[in-house]
């Protein structure tokens, strides 16, 4: 919904390079979450037109972040910016995923191009069985909410295949 979002690659994982995304996914340290996304905020005839999330469903989405928080949500940040996590995660940095798989993301979403090279090694390292990556056009980050009819029709298809296949 915002036409100002154009995500693009990354080159590299550094300050510069993060620099460049919008400042909702890295904040100014002196802000808030509310305060960041207020510079970016539509009109209110534009939230009011907006037709993928209706006020009932935001309602359930709220109702359920206040009642268990977002900690889970921010979770991949920790574990990028905290060697504790890290280190962690290194156990897991040689294996494969060797099950059909497929990749469904909206292509207005920055979180595709957060770790330059990881969509591609996704793609054709980590995914020994990738059967199809897609970016939806006109969507974001909620892809599923956004475009929830391609969304059905891609996995509807990649099951179908399976399916077919054995």
């Not at 979180?111 to 059967?131: A, F, R, S, W």
């Not at 029709?153 to 399976?162: D, G, S, V």
């Amino acid at each position: 919904d915002w036409e100002q979002n154009q995500p693009f690659p990354l080159k590299s994982w550094s300050a510069g390079e993060l620099a460049k995304m919008p400042t909702y996914y890295i904040m100014d340290l002196a802000k808030n979450m509310a305060e960041t996304v207020a510079t970016e905020m539509p009109s209110a005839a534009h939230i009011a037109a907006c037709q993928w999330l209706t006020d009932d469903e935001l309602r359930v989405y709220s109702t359920e972040f206040n009642r268990t928080g977002f900690q889970g949500g921010l979770q991949w940040y920790r574990c990028m910016t905290d060697s504790t996590y890290s280190a962690e995660l290194q156990l897991f940095s040689d294996r494969t995923i060797d099950v059909p798989s497929c990749f469904i993301a909206g292509n207005k979403d920055w979180g595709i191009y957060q770790k330059p090279g990881d969509l591609e090694k996704m793609q054709n390292t980590v995914c020994t069985k990738m059967h199809g990556c897609y970016l939806v056009d006109n969507a974001g980050h909620w892809v599923q909410q956004e475009q929830p009819e391609t969304v059905s029709r891609l996995i509807t298809e990649f099951l179908q295949a399976r399916k077919s296949a054995q």
